[in-house]
């Protein structure tokens, strides 16, 4: 916490005018009745620990476990336990196309009694866990919990024909770990592969922080140490099934200041990934600006470089984004400063009371333009996902800024009239730590 003391303090002394403030309601409250979604999504939920735990390391338990709901036309229909971990960009659940739902743990929970950390980045447990869930008419039922499938696991992504999932792992040498999945969706075989990520001496974070499958299962777009994105060809054996990676052309690089989260369009053509322009100094993190998202080509050929098809701002500190079902829209969630806790002068700190979600146009050459961006009050939103329609979007909060909704994590929802984005005025609580989504088919 004192290091977000002396970093204000800085910014004031310099004569910053980040005080003016954000003086909107902290808690608005709450009207539960269902959203306008059509469809089915899941929620997954962080429960050990708070939004400002990152910057006071206070994990204030509340006895809940880590969850995913199931939503179905807007309104909540049964949860099941699933460990998980905020500790990641939110990318951490996917489903095959038979409808199971598999979660993986970045970070395990804390040990009974354990209530704060010095650095939850790097006291908490290792996670190595896989949860696979399966939605039903009463709700979400367990099908199995597998141990050991990677290290620290970043993300997940499962394959369109359903034959394998890709997943993440922050073990040197076993980044990528590949899990070939029988007809049922449960795993046959487990294989770790070696990527040789393109690293640099200044690189502070040697990682593969999320690994993103293209749309035919032929390449994989991966984020390497949050600064640059490579991507490689898959080596797929008789059965269809990745059994290696090579690299394919040259990384990315001097994309954006911090990159987190990436999808690929519906046409495989062209790979977008949102970039937090998060400073690598704690000051920064105060008076840091805009972040954007941002659309690449992969490269031509074995010797060719990703080229930058198109910038958008957006609001501060994206994560989570998605694509419409027609891929006519994007829609990202913004934190703007929301991590920030409530020690003076940071309590009334400009950006940190409400987030905010922007809405995109995706024309086919892959060009992003933002035509619309709404203010919500809300800590650590990090995922957005559109319904069916593509006309409603739901947002995943981690939890409100005081009081009793600071115990319990939300979903709100969003509607598209005339290219701009109106709250709906509905929230839906689910357990604390709502930070993931995704729709089922």
Request: hydrophobic residues 45%; glycine residues 10%; proline residues 5%.
């Amino acid at each position: 916490m004192a290091r977000w003391v002396l970093a204000a303090v800085f910014v004031l002394a310099a004569g910053s005018c980040a005080t003016i403030g954000d003086f909107a309601s902290d808690d608005p409250g709450l009207d539960e009745r269902p959203g306008r979604f059509e469809g089915r999504f899941i929620a997954v939920s962080d429960a050990d620990m708070t939004a400002t735990a990152y910057a006071d390391g206070v994990l204030e338990p509340v006895g809940d476990a880590d969850a995913a709901t199931l939503f179905v036309n807007g309104a909540p229909a049964g949860a099941a336990f699933a460990s998980n971990s905020v500790i990641s960009w939110p990318q951490i659940v996917d489903v095959s196309p038979s409808g199971l739902v598999y979660v993986v743990e970045s970070k395990a929970p804390a040990p009974e009694g354990v209530k704060r950390y010095d650095d939850v980045y790097t006291e908490f447990p290792e996670g190595n866990a896989m949860t696979v869930l399966r939605a039903s008419a009463s709700g979400l039922e367990t099908v199995s919990v597998t141990q050991d499938v990677g290290l620290n696991l970043q993300s997940i992504e499962i394959a369109r024909n359903g034959a394998f999932a890709v997943v993440g792992s922050e073990e040197d040498g076993a980044e990528l770990v590949v899990l070939a999945l029988d007809a049922d969706g449960r795993i046959a075989e487990r294989r770790a592969i070696d990527l040789d990520p393109s690293y640099k001496e200044d690189d502070l974070e040697k990682r593969v922080r999320a690994i993103h499958l293209s749309p035919d299962g032929a390449m994989i777009a991966v984020n390497v140490a949050n600064r640059r994105v490579q991507f490689y060809e898959l080596e797929l054996d008789a059965s269809g099934v990745p059994s290696g990676a090579r690299r394919f052309g040259a990384p990315s690089d001097d994309v954006g200041r911090r990159l987190s989260v990436g999808k690929w369009t519906q046409d495989g053509r062209h790979f977008v990934i949102t970039d937090v322009n998060w400073p690598e100094a704690t000051v920064g993190m105060l008076v840091q600006g805009p972040g954007k998202l941002v659309s690449l080509a992969p490269p031509a050929n074995q010797n060719g470089t990703p080229l930058v098809v198109s910038e958008a701002r957006v609001g501060r500190s994206p994560e989570g984004f998605s694509f419409s079902l027609d891929g006519r829209y994007a829609a990202s969630v913004n934190m703007e400063r929301t991590y920030l806790p409530a020690i003076p002068p940071l309590a009334i700190w400009q950006g940190r009371r409400r987030y905010s979600v922007s809405l995109l146009t995706v024309s086919d050459a892959g060009a992003l333009s933002e035509i619309s961006r709404v203010y919500k009050a809300g800590i650590l939103p990090e995922d957005v996902i559109f319904d069916e329609t593509g006309e409603n979007l739901a947002v995943a909060v981690f939890h409100r800024r005081k009081g009793a909704d600071r115990e319990r994590g939300f979903i709100d929802f969003f509607s598209i009239e005339n290219d701009a984005l109106k709250s709906q005025g509905v929230t839906q609580a689910v357990a604390r730590g709502a930070h993931d989504l995704v729709l089922l088919p």
